[in-house]
């Protein structure tokens, strides 16, 4: 399956790649594109938009960013506690809710962080999927 989303990615487009590989399609091919190709690069690969400013097919809905759309379309948040705390980290990063959970902020530092560095997409989701991960199994140890 192809995934497709806005170039220069940030909190919602590291986090959506990797809770996609990691719980909805593990061989996921994602697409980044300038912002105003999202939809024409979907329509032309037969790929599915997220994240694209409203535009999308998983977007920021009823007050959630997309990463919290996807927990809850792929119903990936029923059994998952930690997954569900990771993704009010997300949202607190992601959102103006700024204050969400303590974690937030630090999670949102990083990622403009790899922005301001210009750290190419595939870089930036190689090191935000092993902080991802680290921080996946920071909420889990909050439910032993």
Known sequence: MKWVTREKVKVDRVACPWLI???IDPEAELLFVPAEE????AEL???ISYDARGQGRYDHRE???TF???VEEYELDEDDLALWLLADIVHGADTADRDRTPQSAGLRAIAEG???LGV???ERLAHGF???DALYAWCQHQFK
């Not at 999202?38 to 690069?41: A, G, S």
Request: aromatic share 16%; with cysteine; charged share 30%.
């Open 63 to 65: 007050g959630k960013c």
């Open 45 to 47: 690969e037969g790929a």
């Open 130 to 132: 092993a902080i991802y």
């Open 21 to 23: 590989r990691r719980f």
């Open 68 to 70: 919290e759309v996807l």
């Open 114 to 116: 790899f922005h301001y």
């Open 120 to 122: 190419p997409d595939e």
């Open 38 to 41: 999202v939809l024409e690069v």
